[in-house]
């Protein structure tokens, strides 16, 4: 058998190098050492949505808004209604621009289950929404519970940013 030749070992090498660049290159993509991406969803009536709790308050600091904080599950159907008929409509159009939203799933995040414990006194109903000045962490004003009228809900929100003087 004879040893491998020099064009051999020049492919293997070649071969080596291409897998060393694609492993720098999703090294590099997936972020290492840079800074982390943070995805804003804003529902059609111009609410920005988070679903991290600490990327909700620095993003509510930078736009000088208030934080709407909304405890959910996607096992509840007040939740789910309240997700797709309220929250969505252009009804809060006006108020949106006082809020981000950090919308939090306790039962999934152990950390937004520390959330829900900090905010809510104990109360464990879902939908849960409470808002928060972000600069200062103060809780300003929480929901009752489920409520799937709209013009409640807004007038809810615009209570909230006018004690907040927004």
Request: proline share 7%; glycine share 6%; charged share 25%.
């Amino acid at each position: 058998m004879e040893p491998p030749s020099e064009e051999h070992d020049m492919r293997q090498a070649v071969r080596l190098s291409g897998w060393v660049l694609l492993l720098v290159v999703l090294l590099g993509v997936a972020g290492c050492g840079s800074r982390r991406t943070v995805t804003v969803y804003v529902q059609p009536n111009g609410l920005p949505v988070l679903y991290d709790y600490d990327d909700a308050v620095d993003h509510a600091r930078r736009e000088d808004r208030l934080l709407l904080v909304h405890f959910t599950s996607p096992t509840c159907a007040y939740c789910i209604e309240f997700m797709n008929i309220v929250l969505p409509d252009p009804g809060l159009e006006a108020i949106s621009h006082a809020y981000v939203e950090a919308r939090l799933r306790p039962e999934y995040s152990d950390d937004a289950d520390d959330v829900f414990e900090d905010l809510n006194d104990g109360v464990r109903n879902l939908p849960q929404v409470i808002v928060v000045d972000p600069r200062t962490g103060a809780k300003l004003a929480t929901s009752k519970g489920p409520d799937l009228d709209v013009a409640a809900f807004a007038a809810f929100l615009e209570s909230a940013a006018r004690a907040a003087n927004r």
